[in-house]
């Protein structure tokens, strides 16, 4: 399984961007899905995940700024990150919890990581 992010650049504050994430290979099914990031020196912290159902998650200094949705079909999940501030610079993670093709194994999958800067 991989997980393949996009999106991810400069941006000045109160700029918006767009992350992305698909995840492929063999597949069972993708149950929660969420991004999480880090800065240099910090934890990698949660920022917002989403239940298969669409029940929504998110880390309290993002509320009503970014917003995370998905595309079951696709096995993508997506993060608009709006009014952005320089303390949101961090590289942004995809998570998956997915289960496997043969057995139904499920485990906790993680991208690559895309970086994040806000700055004038």
């Known amino acids: 399984v991989q997980l393949v992010e996009s999106g991810g650049g400069l941006v000045q504050p109160g700029g918006s961007l767009r992350l992305s994430c698909v995840a492929s290979?063999?597949?069972?099914?993708?149950?929660?899905m969420g991004w999480y990031r880090q800065a240099p020196g910090n934890q990698r912290d949660l920022v917002a995940t989403i239940t298969r159902g669409g029940t929504t998650e998110y880390a309290s200094s993002v509320k009503g700024r970014f917003t995370i949705s998905r595309d079951s079909a696709k096995n993508t999940v997506n993060l608009q990150m709006n009014s952005l501030k320089p303390e949101d610079t961090a590289v942004y993670y995809c998570?998956?919890?997915?289960?496997?093709?043969?057995?139904?194994?499920?485990?906790?999958?993680w991208g690559q990581g895309t970086q994040v800067t806000v700055s004038s």
């Open positions: 290979g063999s597949i069972l099914s993708v149950n929660a």
């Open positions: 998570n998956g919890d997915i289960s496997i093709y043969p057995l139904n194994v499920r485990s906790s999958y």
